[in-house]
Every structure is written in structure tokens, then in C-alpha cells.
């Protein structure tokens, strides 16, 4: 079975632009979780999405935004890109979404913001 | 707010040995959860354990092994017989068992990178 697939793998785009992420789930997974990790860092939660619906925000900006798609893949939007924006961008899908799920990630995206 | 500390930014250790990595957390709940996440330079977070509070016995995967000293807020990573593959950063997270669907935010420390030396 395939794991979560995220894409591009990675991106270079300069200051105020806009980058869209996208994410497929585990087959049968519900529930996308999207992370920021800044080098040197642990990962920082920026969005949950449970069938459909927001159930979680991190404390980012509105320039950070998300959706989840009927067939539960996910798309993170970036928009006016920062130098402080370059990350890797990881995505997570677990089954229900909350209780004890394991979050699964996927290999993330590598955005370097010049 | 709950906070992860992990205070070993670098550890290393002779392959076959025996290593601990390091894990406080700050939290003013009764129940949640806590894992340890290797991510190796393939970037992939794996999950290599997991820990419920409630539990009072610690969890154990095969070399991998917990020390969950729920009083103490400390939850420490034992790993075994180290070997060559288990080189990476490993992160300490915690996650809320408030059962509100769709709560799976997890919170991360800042790693620890292991080194495995032949």
C-alpha cells in the first residue's frame, strides 16, 4: 500500500510569491495533518483537517491556508512568501483523527523562499 | 499550553550499545499520549514508540524502550544493541487525549541527533 504522498518534493520560489503543497493520505485515512519544520527544529503543527472540515489551527498567519478535497487528499496554499517561510513542509494522515491514531507522515516538501 | 523539551541536541554511541535520550514535557492534564519519532536524512518521520499516560507499564518495541515517570513529566528513549540504521533525529512529542474529534495536534521537542559509531 502506498504511505503519504506529498508533492513537489521540492521548490524554490523567491519573496512574495505563492506556493500550493498538496498531500494524498494512507487509502482509507480521513484525516490530514499539515507541519512546519524549520531547519534545526522540531516540527510545528499549522492545520488539521478531519472529512473535510478544519478541526485544528496552529498559530501561523492567514497567509497560511488549507483544504481538504472529497477524496481526502489535502492542499496547503502559502501565500506573499516570506525568507522565514523556508521549510520542510510535512504532511500526516491517520485514520479518525483524534484518540490514540498514529499519525503517518509522508517525506514532506522542501520550500526554499530566496 | 503543553511544551516538549528535549535537552541532548547530539548524542553518540558505540554500535551495540546502549543509549538513553532525553524527554521532559510541561503539561497540567491528567491524560494524553507521548511518542518518540525518528526522522533519518530521508526527511520521513517513523514512528518508533508509543505511550499512553494512563499506562503505568512502559512500552517496548523490540530495542526501543520507554522510561515514563508520569510524576516527574519525564519520558526517556532507550535504545539497544544500537545499530548503523538507527542514526537520526529522534523527537520527543506529546499529544492530548481530550477526546473533541479531530484534536491530533502534536507537539514536538527540538530533536536529538543520534550517531551511531562503528
Known amino acids: 500500500d502506498a504511505g503519504v504522498t506529498q508533492s513537489p518534493t521540492h521548490l524554490i520560489k523567491t519573496r512574495g510569491q505563492q506556493v500550493t503543497l498538496r498531500c494524498s493520505p494512507i487509502?482509507?485515512?480521513?484525516?490530514v495533518s499539515w507541519y512546519q519544520q524549520v531547519l534545526g527544529q522540531g516540527p510545528q503543527f499549522i492545520f488539521q483537517?478531519?472529512?473535510?472540515?478544519?478541526?485544528g489551527r496552529g498559530n501561523f498567519p492567514d497567509r497560511f491556508s488549507a483544504r481538504q478535497f472529497p477524496n481526502y487528499s489535502s492542499e496547503l496554499n502559502v501565500n506573499a512568501l516570506l525568507l522565514g517561510d523556508s521549510a520542510l513542509y510535512l504532511c500526516?494522515?491517520?485514520?479518525?483523527?483524534?484518540?490514540?491514531?498514529?499519525?503517518?507522515f509522508g517525506a514532506g516538501s522542501r520550500l526554499t523562499v530566496l | 499550553a503543553q511544551t516538549v523539551t528535549q535537552s541532548q541536541p547530539e548524542m553518540s554511541v558505540q554500535e551495540a550499545e546502549t543509549v538513553t535520550l532525553s524527554c521532559t514535557y510541561d503539561?497540567?492534564?491528567?491524560?494524553?499520549?507521548l511518542f518518540w519519532y525518528k526522522q533519518p536524512p530521508s526527511r520521513q518521520m517513523i514512528l518508533v514508540i508509543r505511550?499512553?499516560?494512563?499506562?503505568?507499564q512502559n512500552a517496548t518495541e523490540n530495542r526501543f524502550s520507554v522510561n515514563f515517570q508520569k510524576a516527574a513529566k519525564s519520558f526517556s528513549l532507550k535504545i539497544s544493541d544500537s545499530q548503523l540504521g538507527d542514526a537520526a533525529m529522534y523527537f520527543c512529542?506529546?499529544?492530548?487525549?481530550?477526546?473533541?474529534?479531530?484534536?491530533?495536534?502534536?507537539?514536538f521537542g527540538t530533536g536529538t541527533r543520534l550517531t551511531i559509531i562503528p
Open positions: 500526516a494522515s491517520s485514520l479518525r483523527g483524534s484518540g490514540a491514531n498514529v499519525l503517518t
Open positions: 487509502s482509507g485515512h480521513k484525516s
Open positions: 483537517y478531519y472529512e473535510k472540515e478544519e478541526r
Open positions: 503539561t497540567s492534564e491528567s491524560d494524553y499520549y
Open positions: 505511550q499512553e499516560a494512563y499506562k503505568q
Open positions: 512529542a506529546y499529544r492530548s487525549s481530550i477526546s473533541n474529534f479531530g484534536n491530533e495536534k502534536l507537539t
